[in-house]
């Protein structure tokens, strides 16, 4: 069966007066029916860039190149009106920030209700009904009294998880959550991905997460695609990442984890691994591996090509010339 | 009413009496609603309240002292003054509502095309009403009312217009800002078509503001109506109007001053209460506001 969502070749150009900023290149990642894809990757690497330019969501002032099949289906082809059938219907979104993603003037029942009436044509009791339906999927307690309440009266949880009833009211195949967790609680956080992960059991639905959290990847996803750069540094089953991470950025990333359990333990204090340097500007990517400047394991051929994606194992890739689990290369 | 029982109203009722808490404690602002409520009253009512008509002439009194018989006295004509100034708010009321109605009509589409779409269609409005703006205001009034014609009508109409770039620069401003907030990205990310996004996220959002930029707008085409009428351009007499009873009181201000006074004092009323009012909505509906 072929995948529900491919991307290839995808490319994200932004035309500023700074001169042309190459966001995303040569991005490629297939999703399959409630398949949950986790993108991790530091701030400015591509990752809302990439999701956001699958539907158009994107300024005038960037140029989006490849395929984004969809159902066989190429987004980045369709005109603007069946965009957006395919927009909150068939792919819906999440965003970083409950606070302020909610209409203030509207409650949570229109704001809804609304997303509800515009795709299926849900009248307005059917659409009330329903509404207080989800509500009550995202555990939110009391439905039937806070569909009438504003977007002030709910706290960021509530809100978040407002967010996503209203992503999850068309049945979306695929729901595209954008750091879902990063502006809350720590303990907010964790009934979020609970929540998401409930979704995808109870409605099949595949989710593209997208953080810089590599514990709420190994949380929920799948599978995870480590981004660098505008460039897919990593991709492997979840399992097999955290346990044999190839590529020196990805190990990196994992020795900049703290583990409350070892200080606690009394083991020898280990001091967190930083990544040394800075991520490269994207306006002036260098035509050579873009972690070379960063890398302990840099050669001459890395500052002289940029790798390509080759699989070391059974379903991981990696875009390194040496690749390897530390120590091993 | 206790706190229990006002956490059990709904949210919408709670705001309203938030908002209305928020009005009374401001005493000038309630003052400026009992008097712009008290000049709406008389302009409907108009034929209730006045002892006379206002074109009736008592020449046993002409130019008569404030009396018993004539509250402020009589003009040149014996025609009650009271009476007069009674049906002239008529002619201000409508001016005032109708022009800043038109006003609104025309610029808040024009202004939310520009500031959603940017693109080439904000630049080319922008510039236009840059221009529209270097004119004074009742300069662009008064040269439309001439062009057009006079008559109450007609004044309304060259006031409406010429409030119009005031405000597109303001709805625009607003939806500037809005088109950046989340829930606008969220709306476009669920599927919203423009339309959708205009009226229901940007429109309802920027009310607040238009409607205290309407309370400031009134009372310009008020004192605006009055300005034309003065200058022939607006109300002909013998129809009543604060800015015709000003003209004709100008050949008898040595002999009888107050033929002037009174319809100056009520233009002066009028426009202070439509500003009082809109200050205080303006306090009370802004979010920063802490008291």
New interface residues.
Partial sequence: MPPLLEVSELSVRFDTDEGRVYAVDGMEFSLGEGEVLGIVGESGCGKSVTVMSMLGLLPPTATVSGRVLFQGEDLLQVRPARLRRVRGKEISFVFQEPMTSLNPVFTVGVQIGEVLRKHLGASRSAARKRTIDLLELVRIPAPSRRVDEYPHQLSGGMRQRVMIAMALACDPKVLVADEPTTALDVTIQAGILDLMRDVRERLGTAIVLITHNLGVVADLADRVIVMYAGRKAEEAPVRELFARPQHPYTIGLLGAIPRPGEVLQGERRRRLQEIPGRVPSLSELPDHCAFADRCPRADERTRSEIPPLREVRADHLVACFHPGEDGTS | MSYVEAAAL??ASR?RRLLRRRFLRRPMAVAGLAVVLAFVATAIFAPLIAPYSPSATDFYAVLGHPSGKHLLGTDELGRDIFSRIVYGSRASMLAGFLATVLAMTIAVPIGLAAGYYR?WIDPVISRITDVLLAFPFLILAVGLAAILGPSLLNATLALGIGAVPGLIRIARGEALSLRE???V?????????DL?ILG??IL??MLSTLLVQATVTIPVAIVGEAVLSFLGLGVQPPTPSWGVMLEGAQSYLTQAPRLAVYPGLAIVLAALAFNLLGDGLRDILDPKTQR
């Fill in positions: 709904s949210p705001r693109g907030e989340d829930y990205r969220a709306a476009i990310a669920n599927g919203g078509s959708t229901r996220h309802p959002n």
